[in-house]
């Protein structure tokens, strides 16, 4: 069975920082892009950041640029978002995701086969 776990969030202050991490099990995810979302109160799901596997290509959604770092460690098949600079916007519950094909856009929530439970993120002014 697989499972993706989040781990990491909490309440912040403004300005703060967080390191969520993403266990998974079950297979390994070393040949397959690996994404993080969030999920605001009732906003849709959004696209924060993923990591392409065979060319390590990063990529970030616009208000995280410059302030969050995606990255894995494929030897604990898991992948990790450094959050700093935490604005209170970035409140939300945040869920890793893994793509197993190479089809669709990484920035879509559609393209990602399997998610994690999610962790909340709450950032204070």
């Known amino acids: 069975q697989v499972q993706l776990v989040e781990s990491g969030g909490g309440l912040v202050q403004a300005g703060g920082s967080l390191r969520l991490s993403c266990a998974a099990s079950?297979?390994?995810?070393?040949?397959?892009?690996m994404g993080w979302f969030r999920q605001a109160p009732a906003k849709e799901r959004e696209f924060v950041a993923a990591?392409?596997?065979?060319?390590?290509?990063?990529y970030y959604a616009d208000s995280v640029k410059g302030r969050f770092t995606i990255s894995r460690d494929n030897a604990k098949n898991t992948v990790y978002l450094q959050m700093n600079s935490l604005k209170p916007e970035d409140t939300a519950i945040y869920y890793c995701?893994?793509?197993?094909?190479?089809?669709?856009?990484?920035?879509?929530?559609?393209?990602?086969?399997?998610w994690g439970q999610g962790t909340q993120v709450t950032v204070s002014s």
């Open positions: 990591e392409s596997w065979n060319r390590g290509r990063l």
């Open positions: 079950g297979r390994t995810f070393s040949r397959s892009a």
């Open positions: 995701a893994a793509r197993v094909d190479s089809y669709g856009s990484l920035y879509s929530v559609n393209s990602y086969s399997y």
